[in-house]
């Protein structure tokens, strides 16, 4: 496997020196407490925030080296809330494509289907929806540009646990189907256990501890990893 | 016409104790300034009369080019103080009303609406930049309300690959379509509901309703379609100042 992406100690007013790197075709979860920084590390990385200091590469290059809306595209996010825009889930589907006139009449509904959404959606009104069928519409959105890289903020904390499973298959899909390459946000630990083969613990803005997922939760070696699962 | 004599403006002090006497029995605590916003209305607009008389005996282009500058200039300040926060919000103003000023009145004169004389432009003139100066000031606080409110929308069109333009394009829609509204609901009801004030003042002038409306519909159309313009001047250039040259938000 090769490096698709290194965080070369980057810093701003919300992360500090956060150093890692995403294996191409990996799954990668972050875990820590609220406040930690996550999101904010996301943000760094789909380039909607600078670092103040550090790097950070993409295939080798800088990514401040990529016409940015591409990076962007190729980055794709995933937010915490769906922030979608007003009007029919079709019309937050094809939002990303149409911008490049890439949106194909059934696009629509093969996006659905990856986020168990049946095709009646498609015609709904996104105020309609429930927490977590906009939530799953956000993710379908994200996916409509196909990026390489998927940063994901909670995107299944609003789901039961049923939809959970089902998004957790699509999640390994993606990456062993389709070598995509996830950084995922979870506050779900069971979950960073079932999905990750990487895991990175993050706590007042720094990256405390990181490693393979399995030994990282057998042998926390930070007191504070320690108490952060002892909850 | 028939004069309103002084002696019968006196009488109005009578009105005004009315307001007042209410707020002494229930202690409302608006005596003094309706006694006050009372006496500096009657000055202001008898000054008005004065200066509206004077302007009137100057030759038309010179009258009409004071005063209108001198309403440009009050309108602009009054605009960019919504607009507070927003870089250039002055000059932003006064350009849009110069333009929409100059773009109205060309074509009142071109095609003979009404002919160049300081008693018809500069009345007509001061309704279009009056209400242009409410537009623009709506559409800097919409701008400024609709990017705070929606900037987990924008973020996320940001990074679906939009530039700012694209992400901003739903604010931009809110923002005309904001303007637009209220102007459409009363020219449907106009007449209806209530006589705009410009044909009440024609006709109690003793001009006959058929003239009176014909100046109306000049008049609310013309508004219509300043307050859409200024709405899109505004939003369009004022999007930009939201986010830097790497199509980032700022803020
Ligand atoms: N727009 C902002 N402006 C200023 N401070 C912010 C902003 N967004 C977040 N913060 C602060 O930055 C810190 C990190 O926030 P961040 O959202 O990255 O945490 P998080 O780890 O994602 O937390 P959570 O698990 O609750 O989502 C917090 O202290 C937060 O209050
Ligand atoms: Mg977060």
Redesign the interface.
């Known amino acids: 496997m090769k490096k698709l992406i290194e965080v070369d100690h980057v810093s701003n007013e919300r992360v500090s020196n956060v150093h890692f790197s995403l294996m191409e075709g990996s799954l990668t979860t972050i875990i820590g407490p609220s406040g930690a920084g996550k999101s904010s590390l996301l943000l760094l990385l ?5 670092p103040d200091k550090g790097e950070i590469h993409f295939k080798g290059k800088k990514i401040s080296d990529f016409p ?3 990076l ?2 190729n980055i ?2 995933v ?1 915490q ?1 769906a ?4 009007g029919t889930v079709e019309e937050n589907l094809k ?2 494509p149409s ?2 006139k890439k949106w194909e009449q059934n696009d629509g509904v093969k996006l659905l289907e990856k986020v168990q959404l049946s095709e009646e959606f498609l015609t709904k009104e996104v105020e309609n929806l429930s927490g977590g069928e906009q939530q799953r519409v ?1 993710f379908a ?2 996916l409509a ?1 196909n990026p390489e890289v998927l940063l994901l903020d909670e995107v299944t904390s609003a789901l039961d646990m049923r939809t959970v499973e089902l998004m957790e298959e699509l999640l390994h899909k993606l990456v062993k189907e389709e070598g995509k390459t996830i950084l995922m946000i979870t506050h779900d630990l069971k979950q960073a256990k079932r999905l990750g083969s990487y895991t990175l613990f993050m706590n007042e803005g720094k990256v405390e501890e990181q490693g393979e997922t399995a030994s990282l939760f057998q042998h926390p070696k930070t007191a504070a990893l320690k108490h952060f699962f002892e909850g | 016409m028939t004069n309103i004599s002084n002696l019968s403006l006196l009488t109005m002090i009578l009105f005004v104790m009315i307001p007042v006497s209410l707020s002494y029995l229930f202690s409302l605590g608006i005596g003094k300034s309706a006694i006050w916003s009372s006496i500096r209305g009657v000055v202001q607009l008898f000054l008005i009369g004065y200066v509206l008389t004077f302007l009137f005996s100057m030759p038309d282009w010179q009258g009409v080019g004071l005063w209108v500058a001198v309403m440009l200039v009050i309108a602009s300040l009054q605009a960019a103080k919504r607009g507070k926060g927003i870089p250039y919000a002055f000059l932003l103003s006064l350009s849009s009303l110069i333009l929409i000023e100059v773009f109205v009145l060309s074509l009142w004169i071109l095609f003979n609406i009404i002919p160049f004389q300081s008693e018809q432009v500069i009345p007509m003139s001061g309704m279009i930049i009056g209400n242009s100066m409410v537009a623009t000031g709506l559409a800097f606080e919409r701008m400024k309300n609709e990017f705070h409110d929606s900037k987990g929308k924008i973020l996320a069109a940001l990074s679906l690959g939009a530039n700012a333009s694209q992400a901003s394009q739903m604010i931009i829609r809110k923002t005309i379509r904001a303007a637009m509204i209220p102007n459409v609901d009363s020219l449907k009801t106009i007449g209806l509901v209530q006589l705009p004030g410009m044909m009440t003042g024609l006709i109690l002038g003793g001009a006959s309703p058929i003239e009176a409306i014909r100046y109306q519909i000049v008049i609310s159309i013309s508004i219509f379609s300043s307050v859409s313009i200024c709405a899109m001047i505004i939003s369009l250039v004022t999007y930009r100042f939201f986010f830097n040259r790497k199509m980032q938000l700022l803020e």
């Open positions: 789909n380039r909607l925030e600078d940015i809306s591409e962007r595209r794709g996010m937010f809330q922030h979608l825009f007003d939002f990303g911008l490049r956000a959105r994200t540009n």
